[in-house]
């Protein structure tokens, strides 16, 4: 481990640095090997308590949290409630500052609305780990996205991964965004024109997903929300399928090898070929087990850092 | 001639221009004299200016129905403060303010209260829904000043053509907030690069100049049919502009003679789409903070007067309501009580902008839109006055305010041009001397 110093949250990546990041994903690859034991435990947080305060549902994400806390041996507490319910009552603000009473130690936060990490941040001044925020921020997604192409491709220097989909109303593509091109990584955004913002640092954009596919050393496809054609965004699924799905011949327009991920939950025969995501080029469940490890680095980071 | 107030070397400022210093008697409610008297009281004014009152064309005190952000009094005593003798109230309340019982029920106890002068504007349709009119006749005779569905968008272009032209048969002019609801859609910001980055849902600068672009022609269709053109009146007042481009359209109808007027607020002089980057819901207002250029053709407009006055869209909520996520929290910035000093010091002082100018467009601009005559500094004016500092610098702080609404993007920032003392018809109104 390197002597870095780091942020004691993690909201984004604004604050990050390429050394911390390596740090932070070479801590990742130590917790994949506590994974990897018989009794997968060790007691780095024993003391701490973390709670995941989820005003968006999202299960898989806050299992993932837990067990990587429970794994580190922090005790956990969890808060789920509805944006819809908080917004007649109580306020985020009095629901952290309430639980802030109880002696947490760190707050894994997930909303449907962008920006509340960073409000939360500023009214706790307790360490915060932003588990999405709207259309915002995913960046534990983004750290175990680079953590499992780091796996497969090595150092991600140089090579060109493709994100494609409903980039606009992502945050697993802004926060991959910001992460990949710090570890030195291209990235091309992909997606219909309605479903892409005017620019987005640190990708570019294409509305060709051939353009977008060839050379890339992976591609990543987004999980398109139905809702989208309700909005007049799009005209159908048919059309988006048409245009942008991930099938087998369209992913021979990338490098030979080339992976496939996707954050998850995944709409089968939408956005990816059902076939091609059970292939032996998906790693969507290689991602879902790299979490925990990505996860319990995070929150060793946040919680006792680095001497 | 015995005074009841005399202003001592006191440096005079009205929008014709800057005065030199002069002792202004006040007695009776008027300005009795320019060159000293007798008093009651005298006011030591060396270095300090004293301009006619403020006017504010766009102010939500909430009440009825939402007192729990901002009423009557704390609204009026937070316009006294900040100079203003005379404010507009929105008719966004709860029920909305469209009748001619709720008009005079908001003047009368606005009277006895005694701050700053409310002139409510009502709504120009029945409830806001935007279909059916409002009794235009008989608002204006309660004394409704102004008609507007402010808080919505008047998306119906045949229903705003029916009431520009039947609200001018009555002399009112008609007020809109000029975005165009499908161009804006949920946009909660600026839509633009930061929008993008922060992965919020972008308001268009072109929701704005669309809509106004269609007001425009609207206007014209009106002002083509209209029996008798009242000279030098506003039909159509363009509330709050935001953008270059919304104040080209304005500009240029302005220059083929088209009646209309336009204000600007203190937050879209003065604050970007980059106060957003701390994610902070404080800054969420509609239309939203734009892009520096759009600042900088905003305060060229209201140099040359393609803008005519400067509004605050005063827009108190509380803390909590403040303090929801972005998506959730309520558009708004309060700005009643630092309006004068930020725009004195952002302004003139950092700016060069000409004093008088600025003055201008705090006092006979906003008049004018309502057609009312002009207060300037001569003998036998209405006292209806402010004297303010501008060399002391005081940093703002929120937990002083009158407003309810005790936050403020200006916070912390050091500013000059403080009120002193306000005067309506020669009584004090607001008293921060020593």
């Known amino acids: ?307 | 001639m015995k005074g009841e107030i005399l202003f001592k070397n006191a440096t005079l400022v009205d929008a014709r221009g800057e005065h030199g210093t002069a002792d202004v008697l006040v007695g009776e409610g008027r300005i009795l004299s320019l060159s000293g008297g007798e008093a009651q009281r005298v006011v030591e004014a060396k270095g300090r200016c004293l301009s006619p009152g403020f006017f504010d064309l766009h102010a939500h005190l909430r009440e009825p129905g939402q007192e729990v952000k901002e009423d009557l009094r704390s609204g009026l005593e937070a316009a006294a403060r900040g100079g203003y003798t005379d404010l507009v109230s929105m008719p966004n309340t709860t029920p909305v303010v469209d009748r001619a019982e709720a008009v005079r029920a908001l003047r009368e106890k606005a009277a006895q209260i005694d701050r700053a002068r409310l002139h409510p504007a009502a709504a120009l349709t029945q409830g806001q829904e935007g279909q059916v009119l409002c009794e235009a006749r008989l608002l204006r005779e309660a004394g409704a000043v102004l008609l507007t569905d402010d808080g919505r968008t008047n998306e119906d272009a045949g229903v705003l053509a029916l009431g520009l032209r039947y609200a001018a048969s009555w002399g009112l002019p008609v007020a809109v907030h000029a975005e165009d609801a499908g161009l804006r859609r949920g946009g909660v910001m600026h839509e633009g690069e930061v929008s993008w980055r922060l992965g919020l849902p972008g308001n268009p600068a072109y929701a704005e100049s669309a809509r106004i672009a269609r007001d425009l022609e609207v206007v014209r269709y009106v002002w083509e049919a209209l029996e008798t053109r009242p000279q030098g009146r506003s039909l159509l007042h363009f509330q709050h502009l935001s953008t270059r481009r919304g104040l080209e359209l304005v500009r240029q109808a302005k220059r083929e003679g088209l009646p209309i007027s336009a204000e600007v607020t203190p937050h879209h002089l003065t604050l970007t789409d980059a106060h957003l980057e701390g994610l902070d819901p404080l800054y969420k207002v509609a239309p939203p903070l734009r892009t520096w250029a759009d600042v900088e053709a905003l305060v060229e407009g209201l140099l040359e007067g393609s803008l005519d006055c400067v509004a605050t869209d005063h827009a108190p909520h509380t803390e909590d309501e403040k303090s929801l996520d972005l998506l959730r929290a309520p558009f708004g910035i309060p700005s009643l009580e630092v309006a004068w000093p930020l725009l004195y010091t952002e302004l003139v002082q950092k700016r060069g902008f000409p004093l008088s100018v600025l003055v201008a467009r705090f006092t006979d601009g906003p008049r004018r839109i309502l057609g009312l005559p002009p207060i300037h500094l001569e003998e036998g004016a209405e006292a209806s006055l402010v004297l303010w500092d501008p060399s002391q610098r005081r940093t703002v702080d929120p937990k002083g305010f009158a407003s309810k609404a005790r936050y403020s993007p200006w916070a912390g920032w050091g500013l000059s041009g403080w009120p002193l003392l306000t005067l309506v018809e020669g009584r004090v109104v607001f008293e921060g001397l020593g």
């Open chain 1, 1 to 307: 481990m390197s002597g870095a110093t780091f942020p004691k949250h993690l909201l984004d990546f604004q604050e990050w640095e390429r050394a911390q990041l390596e740090s932070l994903l070479e801590t990742a690859q130590m917790m994949q090997e506590v994974l990897a034991r018989p009794v997968k435990k060790v007691p780095a947080l024993t003391g701490f308590t973390v709670a995941t305060v989820f005003f968006e549902p999202s299960t898989r994400t806050r299992i993932s949290f837990e067990l990587a806390a429970r794994r580190m041996s922090a005790d956990v507490v969890s808060f789920t409630s509805s944006a819809s319910s908080t917004a007649k009552g109580e306020t985020y603000r009095d629901t952290l500052r309430t639980l802030d009473q109880m002696g947490i130690d760190a707050y894994i936060l997930r909303t449907d609305a962008a920006g509340v990490p960073h409000q939360a941040h500023r009214w706790l001044q307790k360490p915060v780990i932003n588990a999405g925020d709207g259309w915002r921020a995913h960046p534990t997604q983004a750290l175990l996205d680079a953590f499992t192409l780091r796996e497969k491709l090595g150092s991600l220097e140089g090579k060109k991964i493709a994100i494609v989909g409903d980039i606009l109303h992502s945050r697993v593509a802004r926060s991959n965004a910001e992460l990949l091109p710090r570890l030195g990584a291209q990235v091309v955004a992909c997606g219909p024109a309605t479903l892409l913002p005017g620019k987005l640092p640190g990708a570019s954009l294409t509305t060709k997903l051939r353009e977008a596919l060839e050379e890339a050393d992976a591609v990543m496809a987004l999980r398109l929300q139905k809702e989208r054609m309700d909005k007049g965004l799009l005209p159908s699924l048919p059309e988006y399928i048409a245009g942008y799905q991930i099938t087998e011949a369209r992913l021979a327009w990338a490098k030979p090898e080339a992976p496939l991920l996707h954050p998850g939950p995944m709409n089968r025969d939408v956005e990816i070929e059902g076939t091609l995501a059970d292939s032996p080029r998906s790693l969507v469940e290689r991602q879902v087990a790299n979490g925990q490890a990505v996860r319990m680095a995070v929150l060793y980071h946040v919680l006792v850092g680095k001497r």
